[in-house]
């Protein structure tokens, strides 16, 4: 769906600021998925330190 959206945007002329985050496409060792999440920076600080990091912000 985001990159569905990022073609729209591109079309459409529009250019926001994004930061591409997923998991990546290799092979990660089993354990708990919230630590795998947090080690990716895709728990919610992780996420909160991305969107400031967008905006220009400094994390707490």
């Known amino acids: 769906l985001g990159s569905a ?5 591109a079309a459409s002329g529009v250019h ?6 997923g998991m990546p496409d ?3 060792p ?4 919230r630590v795998q999440r947090a080690e990716l920076g895709l728990d919610a ?3 909160r330190r991305a969107g ?3 905006l220009g912000e400094e994390a707490p």
């Open 5 to 9: 959206v990022l073609e729209l945007y």
């Open 16 to 21: 926001p600021r994004v930061k591409l985050m």
């Open 26 to 28: 290799e092979f990660l």
């Open 30 to 33: 089993h354990g708990d998925a």
């Open 45 to 47: 600080a992780g996420l």
């Open 52 to 54: 400031r990091g967008l």
